[in-house]
């Protein structure tokens, strides 16, 4: 803390470095009034004043006794401590400097305005909110429409108390902030009577589009909007023309208004319910601003505004939108994911993904306690107190709000599926229903989705599919555990990691007379997938290193040549064809694997197979060298090339068991498009028509020969909605990353129920 830090400061000697004597919304606040953005004008107590209440009262002690005893997942447990520290925090006196220096602060901005009593909102800032990495999004208590300096002192002493809120301490545990070493400011700002309040965001916060700007307007004051009480209207304006996309106007019956006597709800006049809260050159203006705010900060700003009776704009609070994830991509909404469930109704799209469970309907607070691991949440709004609740959910949804809603804040943050302002998902939807949430796409359906959340799946024991589901794996230290998963066995082990572990280029080793040494290695990699999995088949892909990958081995540039496009080059089965003494390595593993270990569930692939004409050389080579086909020892070829779609009839007829489709090659080159070239990847669609019609081909022409079809591409994984086709069309199998296993099965298990009704 700096040195001779006062009890208080006002908005014009805060800057943004401030941040830790006047927490995160105080110095944003004095951080706008000074780069000249219309805010309200006020003072901020600083942390030094918090700091020196607690120890003038000696609270930190009997504090820390009533914590150190809590368990903060036990929510009565939680709640009677929470009163306990409250109770002693409002019953201690304000040192009499700080009170003088608020009194005094208070009368000052009367004066500015030629009045006696001015309204304020005092509101918590807390040095651990608003940060780049957490939104504290409601855990410390407002107070509006305050009036009068010792009613001014009493809310600021709330606010210090609001620390130690149930919902603020639970918060402060799971986020690991030590709770005496949050300090406390209080921002006391004089208020607008809000005509008109928003909240305005510099990104898209449910699709990440960083081109958009997205602005929220509702009839009255802020809390109604940032609560969830009332639904607003959305403004969606691109960022670099600045003009509007998307707007959508919604009935609006209720507001929240200031008068004399304190904050009430009345009904909002018949002629304004459905009249559009800003016009067109209005939100074309809160963009402008909040446009230089996000450029001033340089990065993504999650702003409040408000409008009043004159038409005069406001803002009163700016922090960064800590929900953004920087490597997630984009999500279109106009591309919305098919399901192909019945919906049953929609509202806005608050928190990206899709999400399945039994629904929990939560009509107040004190019913939280049924709220499950896994169920899926349904209330009229959430507040605050819903936290500990929205944390084990896979999915919420809400009657009310916006996508600045509490609820759509928290779900982002928490990476929870939400949909808000529904109206009547609390009619419509029964307790007990199973019901998918789509967060991207605002949609709720009926029956289990296609997509689960991974990290709030229950563990299930092994569920048994006709369709088998593999796994992709290639790292022989992760056998063991990932063995232990609900997996049929290995649909590609690939050879990669482990050629890159043995770190020379196999040409040097031959030249070096180092086979057996190289043969070794390979097999005791081999081994621990095969021992581990066993009598689970295992499917090794023979290596499909390029030219490139080559060469990064030792000796590899003596070897290999410069191509320029190395995932069209020397590779796969011609590599294999032209360098047999290499490829007869491997074989040689695998029979030292199968023969002396007697390990019989190791099979074999072939990768990138151009035409019949080199399956029919690769299967003599794999003969030559005494691997014969048999009922235990099945040969495979990936079909990730057109000629593999084209041909498929001749490949069989070569005399096969089984095909192995490579999404990821086969949508590049059925596009036409490199995937490794930045410029065009975005086009790489695994769901363009073309690619489908190709896999379902596969998979039909397969199973009407009598040989085994899988995938083993990527796009199962990514594409969840893909997998109910795969099973519709036949296929015998489906590999994916260990990360996709639990959720994959229960999408093969609800779509072989589908195919059966």
């Known amino acids: 803390m700096k040195n001779n830090v006062p009890n208080l400061l006002w908005f014009k000697d805060i800057r943004f470095e401030d941040i830790s004597i006047v927490g995160g919304k105080g110095g944003n606040l004095g951080e706008m009034y000074n780069i000249d953005i219309p805010v309200p004008n006020g003072f901020c107590t600083t942390t030094k004043a918090y700091f020196k209440f607690i120890d003038a009262n000696g609270l930190k002690p009997k504090i820390k006794a009533i914590l150190d005893i809590t368990n903060v997942d036990n929510p009565d447990e939680l709640s009677r401590s929470s009163a306990k520290i409250r109770k002693l925090v409002k019953s201690s006196p304000v040192p009499d400097d700080i009170a003088r220096d608020i009194m005094n602060a208070y009368k000052k901005l009367c004066s500015f305005g030629g009045l006696n009593d001015v309204p304020v909102a005092v509101r918590t800032s807390a040095t651990a909110e608003d940060s780049a990495d957490a939104s504290f999004a409601g855990q410390g208590d407002t107070f509006l429409n305050v009036i009068g300096e010792a009613n001014v002192v009493e809310k600021v002493r709330a606010c210090w108390s609001s620390l130690f809120t149930a919902r603020s301490l639970f918060y402060q545990v799971k986020n690991k902030y030590d709770h005496f070493k949050i300090g406390v400011a209080v921002p006391v700002q004089k208020m607008v009577q809000s005509e008109v309040s928003g909240i305005c965001f510099t990104i898209n916060p449910v699709n990440n589009n960083k081109n958009e700007i997205v602005v929220e307007t509702i009839w009255g004051l802020g809390e109604y909007i940032v609560q969830g009480i009332v639904t607003p209207d959305q403004h969606i304006i691109d960022k670099g023309s600045l003009e509007i996309k998307q707007e959508n106007h919604v009935h609006q019956d209720i507001q929240l208004l200031r008068f004399n006597d304190g904050n009430k709800e009345v009904k909002v006049p018949k002629y304004k319910q459905n009249k559009s809260k800003i016009d067109h050159k209005m939100a074309i203006k809160i963009a402008k601003i909040a446009l230089k705010l996000h450029n001033h900060y340089g990065r993504a700003q999650d702003i409040e505004f408000a409008i009043d009776n004159k038409g005069k704009l406001y803002f009163v609070q700016t922090r960064p939108v800590t ?14 994911v098919d399901l192909d469930l019945k919906l049953l109704l929609e509202g806005q799209a608050a928190s990206p993904g899709i999400g399945s469970g039994l629904a929990v309907i939560i009509n107040n607070p004190s019913e939280l306690n049924r709220v499950q691991k896994g169920q899926i949440l349904i209330t009229d709004m959430t507040t605050p107190d819903f936290v500990p609740a929205m944390k084990k959910v896979n999915g919420i949804i809400t009657n009310k709000g916006g996508q600045t809603s509490h609820a759509a804040i928290v779900g982002r943050e928490l990476g929870v599926p939400c949909v808000v302002g529904t109206d009547k998902a609390t009619k419509i939807i029964k307790e007990g229903d199973l019901i998918t949430v789509d967060g991207t796409n605002g949609k709720i359906y009926q029956g289990q989705s296609q997509t689960i959340k991974t990290n709030t799946l229950k563990k299930t024991p ?24 609900d997996t049929d066995g290995i649909g590609l082990l690939r050879a990669e990691f482990m050629i890159a572990n ?12 180092r086979e057996k040494e190289y043969i070794q290695k390979l097999a005791d990699g081999l081994l621990q997938f095969c021992k581990n999995f066993n009598p689970r088949p295992v499917i090794y892909r023979a290596t499909d290193f390029k030219t490139n990958e080559y060469r990064y081995l030792k000796w590899g540039k003596l070897y290999e040549p410069e191509e320029p496009n190395p995932l069209l080059g020397f590779r796969g089965a011609l590599r294999y064809i032209n360098s047999p003494e290499v490829f007869n390595m491997e074989l040689e593993a695998i029979k030292l694997v199968r023969n002396k270990h007697n390990l019989k569930n190791l099979w074999l692939m072939i990768p990138f197979c151009r035409s019949p004409q080199e399956l029919i050389k690769i299967k003599k080579l794999i003969n030559d060298a005494g691997l014969l086909r048999s009922p235990s020892f099945k040969l495979f070829m990936m079909a990730e090339i057109p000629s593999n779609v084209i041909l498929l009839d001749k490949f069989i007829d070569v005399g096969i068991d089984g095909i192995s489709i490579g999404s990821n090659d086969l949508t590049m080159l059925t596009l036409g498009l490199d995937r490794d070239n930045a410029e ?3 086009e790489f669609n695994e769901l363009d028509p073309a690619v489908l019609w190709s896999l379902k081909r596969l998979i039909t022409k397969s199973k009407k020969r009598g040989i085994m079809v899988g995938i083993c591409g990527q796009a199962p994984s990514n594409y969840p909605e893909l997998v109910q086709k795969l099973v519709k069309w036949g296929i015998t199998s489906i590999s994916v990353s260990p990360d996709a296993l639990q959720r994959t099965r229960e999408i093969v298990a609800w779509a072989e129920q589908k195919r059966l009704n």
Do not use: C, M, W
Request: aromatic share 4%.
């Open 323 to 336: 929900t953004v994830a920087s490597s997630q991509k984009s999500i279109d909404q106009q591309n919305p």
């Open 462 to 485: 092994f569920k048994k599919t006709a369709t088998k589901l593999y796994v992709n794996l290639g790292e022989p230290e992760l056998a063991k555990e990932i063995s232990k998963k």
């Open 502 to 513: 043995i770190g020379i280029h196999p040409k040097r080793i031959i030249q070096e007379g």
């Open 680 to 682: 065009i990847a975005r």
